[in-house]
């Protein structure tokens, strides 16, 4: 599918609205036109949340993300493989990507992951299946976009997968699907057990609609099923395909962290975040400064950090400074380095507005490395709440 003329003229208005008729991103059509089609054709809530994404893709180069090695390289990537296999077809330009679901220690990647760095894994794996797309759509001039397969095989049924599906990877693939909409033109979900619709009932209220109906659910084997979306010069060879290579069997169990002992490494501060309100706490950065963060959350909130030359509270003139989302409910202390990028002041916000009624807590804290590496507590100049 590519846009009609009526799309083409509100794709322009769109790139003018935000003042990007220079960006790369935006110089390819069918970048945008995915935007337009998620808010189905409403030009300003597109405009809006484009806008946000392009911010993002400077703030922290997603470019670049497809050739950070250390991400490809670390051990995360045993336990939860995606393979990004390529196109599907002589006469299609979909790229295949494919997961073995019902292989992995769910349960042991919830009780043991640090989140930051699983959702740098994925959105390089995301950003690597859109530069794909975007190549295949300059070659052909036609629409392209990811062909997900999951393999459910293996899977088992227990409250806790509910769970996760609904808590930790709705959260994951949501925030995916906030920066890449329409990018996965078809989800297939394989090797299904019996009782996949009450998960599918279960996590499809939080899916995006225009994802929804790209989801088909079979219980047919993964062979089976593949062969009749991909040609078999294009499929490895374990999926009866002709290429000598093979897809990715996921690792497990997933290594146990002492959870006790990881709490202990740090002195955490507890933040009260009342019922529907945000908690921030400023503090003044200068660029270069090499900051160590700490967080550690057993109920789910929304975390963002934001930058401001002034010193300012008005939340509208601050810069998103990172992939702001909700973050799960997850017991371990999640850790990561921040280089400073900007001087000025930056605002981490601690958000519970989706609650009615309960506050929840959040503990955390940052620490600076001096001239001689020691590392030192941060204080926040202030900490208010709006």
């Known amino acids: 599918m590519s846009p009609n003329p009526k799309e083409k003229e509100a794709i322009l208005r769109i790139i003018d609205s935000i003042d990007a008729r220079d ?3 935006c110089a390819h059509e069918f970048n945008v036109y995915r935007w337009l089609v998620a808010y189905g054709n409403n030009e300003e809530e597109a405009a809006k949340a484009l806008k946000r994404h392009l911010n993002i893709r400077k703030t922290i180069d997603l470019n670049s993300f497809v050739d950070r090695v250390e991400l490809e390289e670390d051990e995360l990537n045993k336990y939860v493989p995606i393979d990004v296999i390529g196109q599907n077809h002589p006469d299609e330009n979909k790229v295949l990507m494919f997961e073995r679901t019902g292989k992995i220690d769910i349960s042991g990647l919830v009780d043991n992951v640090l989140m930051h760095k699983f959702m740098q894994i994925k959105l390089k794996m995301m950003e690597s299946v859109h530069q794909k797309v975007v190549e295949a759509e300059r070659k052909t001039g036609r629409q392209s ?3 997900f397969v999951m393999d459910l095989d293996g899977i088992s049924f227990s409250p806790k997968l509910i769970s996760v599906l609904t808590g930790p990877y709705r959260i994951m693939w949501g925030t995916l699907f906030d920066h890449y909409p329409q990018l996965l033109q078809k989800i297939i979900i394989v090797n299904a057990p019996s009782f996949v619709n009450v998960l599918h009932q279960a996590c499809s209220p939080f899916l995006p609609d225009d994802y929804k ?10 062979v089976d099923a593949i062969q009749k979306h991909v040609d078999k ?5 374990d999926l009866g395909g002709e290429m000598e290579r093979k897809t990715s069997l996921p690792s497990a169990p997933f290594p146990k962290m002492n959870k006790k002992e990881e709490k202990e490494k740090v002195n955490l501060v507890a933040i009260s975040v009342p019922a ?8 003044e950065w200068k660029k270069g400064d090499e900051i160590e963060f700490f967080l550690n959350n057993e109920s789910s909130f929304h975390y963002f950090m934001f930058h401001s030359e002034e010193d ?3 939340m509208e003139s601050w810069r998103e400074m990172t992939v702001g989302c909700e973050r799960p409910a997850l017991s371990q202390v999640d850790s990561w380095k921040y280089t400073v990028p900007l001087d000025g002041f930056y605002f981490i916000r601690y958000g519970n507005h989706n609650s009615w009624y309960f ?5 955390t804290n940052h620490f600076i490395y001096n001239e001689n590496g020691e590392k030192i507590a941060l204080t926040p100049i202030e900490t208010f709440t709006i």
């Open 23 to 25: 960006d790369d991103y």
């Open 145 to 147: 976009g990811g062909l």
């Open 213 to 222: 109906e790209k989801i088909v659910i079979t219980s047919e084997s993964a």
């Open 233 to 237: 010069g294009f499929l490895p060879s």
């Open 276 to 283: 529907g309100k945000y908690v921030i706490q400023k503090f």
């Open 312 to 314: 300012t509270k008005d």
């Open 359 to 363: 506050s929840t807590t959040v503990n």
